[in-house]
């Protein structure tokens, strides 16, 4: 019965998620819903300023602090560990409806594009990120990042496999494409209002400080494994990949010739 209880916990907490990000992609792009960044009567600058940094500050400090391993084993001890996530998404699903809800415009423009294929470049390069972004979940393990496979697990009385560090596609040109999608979808708009910079900036600022403690808990976790992978793959921008400096090659006429043998053979390969 636990179980049972738990499975649908996490579809409904996932159904929330669910609203949440379709509701926020027109929220950031303002289309196709009744209240964005763009809409409503603007009020006293100072009082807006203060309420949206307010709404993007809670979002913040639930979506890193509940993150935390530290906190995981503290908050475990009152929640199933089997909902542990989902209560998570739930959360931050739920912040981020009465952030669209109590949001407060600030429309003085900053910028303003009309040329039509400029337009069209930039809403391109939002799809682009909101379609990267799906994309990414699924790259990795879509249904356990938003609790699904944990609740799953505990109603087939059945513990989830540890964690294994795997770089497939996107992962493999830049370390957070996730975080990156984001970013993309946040900065590209062809009218940004001062309210839109700040939702813009805010949320860039959270994105570097959340790849720092995110980071810290990966190489927890793979150790020296990450630490290659982090010295081997940009963060954010898709720049060629960077190769480890090669090791000395021995001493000794015949190890010498076969070891340069070998860097030759690797570098034709593109290893």
Not at 27 to 32: D, K, L, M, P
Not at 66 to 78: E, L, N, S, V
Not at 147 to 174: H, I
Request: charged letters at 15%; a positive charge; aromatic letters at 14%.
């Amino acid at each position: 019965m636990a179980g049972l209880v738990a499975f649908f916990y996490g579809i409904v907490a996932y159904l929330v998620f669910i609203v949440s990000i379709l509701y926020g992609i027109g929220f950031v792009g303002n289309i196709f819903v009744p209240k964005s960044l763009h809409s409503g009567e603007p009020g006293p600058v100072a009082e807006a300023l203060i309420i949206n940094m307010l709404l993007l500050g809670l979002f913040a400090i639930q979506h890193s602090v509940m993150a935390r391993q530290g906190f995981k084993r503290w908050w475990t001890r009152f929640v199933p560990a089997s909902v542990e996530r989902s209560t998570y998404v739930l959360l931050a699903s739920l912040i981020l409806l009465l952030l669209y809800w109590q949001w407060r415009p600030i429309l003085d423009p900053v910028w303003t594009v009309e040329n039509p294929i400029a337009v069209t470049a930039l809403r391109a390069i939002f799809w682009l990120g909101w379609g990267t972004a799906l994309l990414s979940t699924f790259l990795i393990s879509h249904l356990e990042l938003f609790g699904l496979s944990q609740v799953f697990a505990r109603l087939c009385s059945r513990e989830l496999p540890p964690p294994v560090f795997t770089t497939p596609f996107l992962y493999r040109r830049v370390r957070h494409p996730l975080y990156l999608s984001f970013l993309l979808a946040f900065w590209a708009t062809p009218v940004m209002t001062a309210g839109h910079l700040l939702f813009a900036g805010a949320t860039t600022a959270y994105i570097l400080i959340a790849i720092q403690l995110e980071e810290r808990d990966l190489i927890h976790f793979f150790g020296d494994q990450y630490r290659r992978y982090r010295k081997e793959v940009a963060m954010l921008i898709p720049l060629p990949k960077r190769r480890r400096p090669a090791e000395p090659c021995p001493s000794g006429p015949q190890t010498l010739n076969t070891c340069m043998r070998s860097r030759r053979m690797s570098v034709a390969g593109g290893s």
